[in-house]
T-cell receptor, first 112, second 115 residues
Framework: GNSVTQMEGPVTLSEEAFLTINCTYT??????LFWYVQYPGEGLQLLLK?????DKGSNKGFEATYRKETTSFHLEKGSVQVSDSAVYFC???????????FGTGTKLQVIP | DAGVIQSPRHEVTEMGQEVTLRCKPI?????LFWYRQTMMRGLELLIY????????DSGMPEDRFSAKMPNASFSTLKIQPSEPRDSAVYFC?????????????FGQGTRLTVV
């Protein structure tokens, strides 16, 4: 079956530090890959996505590249802000149904 | 569109009571998902519907849980009887399945506390 593995959190960074959150996946076929973000007290919202190999998704300074050879979709940001503090979920869509498989989430805390 | 609307936002109930969570998906979306989020288990898919028909309910934890979607604009998740271990945040999400690789849009969730 499909699965998504994310790095364990929480991740604590100082403002303006470089962020990487690792995500690897196992899937049949050709999945689409997503990063969702959940701010405190809110639901999940889409941050970025990539639908085929070598695609790069980007939004709000975050980016992730779909690497089929390493089955990875790592999230990066060059300079984090306190407002980026949230839980980040890597997710995978595959197959004929719109069923998504989520990773366990990685909590990011950015301190001033 | 106002997005996916869930009610109530918070629910506190006593063990053994029936609890009903409600969801209004985004108009025009044909997929609806119910998730449960806890610290221990993370985000779990409970059940999802396509065109009001349940497609996969394998994530429903036990017979105490049931979900319905009587029409395209409304769904309920019912727990009867409720137990303290059901305490969690329950999310509803919807998507438009005819567009390939479209994302799901989430509601703000219902925080359920069973005491």
């Amino acid at each position: 079956g499909n699965s998504v593995t994310q790095m364990e959190g929480p991740v604590t960074l100082s403002e303006e530090a470089f962020l990487t959150i690792n995500c690897t996946y196992t899937a049949t076929g050709y999945p689409s890959l997503f990063w969702y973000v959940q701010y405190p007290g809110e639901g999940l919202q889409l941050l970025l996505k990539a639908t085929k190999a070598d695609d790069k998704g980007s939004n709000k300074g975050f980016e992730a590249t779909y690497r089929k050879e390493t089955t990875s979709f790592h999230l990066e940001k060059g300079s984090v802000q306190v407002s980026d503090s949230a839980v980040y979920f890597c997710a995978l869509y595959s197959g004929g149904y719109q069923k998504v498989t989520f990773g366990t989430g990685t909590k990011l805390q950015v301190i001033p | 569109d106002a997005g996916v609307i869930q009610s109530p936002r918070h629910e506190v109930t006593e063990m053994g009571q029936e609890v009903t969570l409600r969801c209004k998906p985004i108009s025009g979306h044909d997929y609806l998902f119910w998730y449960r989020q806890t610290m221990m288990r993370g985000l779990e898919l409970l059940i999802y519907f396509n065109n009001n028909v349940p497609i996969d309910d394998s994530g429903m934890p036990e017979d105490r849980f049931s979900a319905k979607m009587p029409n395209a604009s409304f769904s309920t998740l019912k727990i009867q009887p409720s137990e303290p271990r059901d305490s969690a945040v329950y999310f509803c999400a919807s998507s438009f399945g005819r567009r390939l690789n479209t994302e799901a849009f989430f509601g703000q969730g219902t925080r359920l506390t069973v005491v």
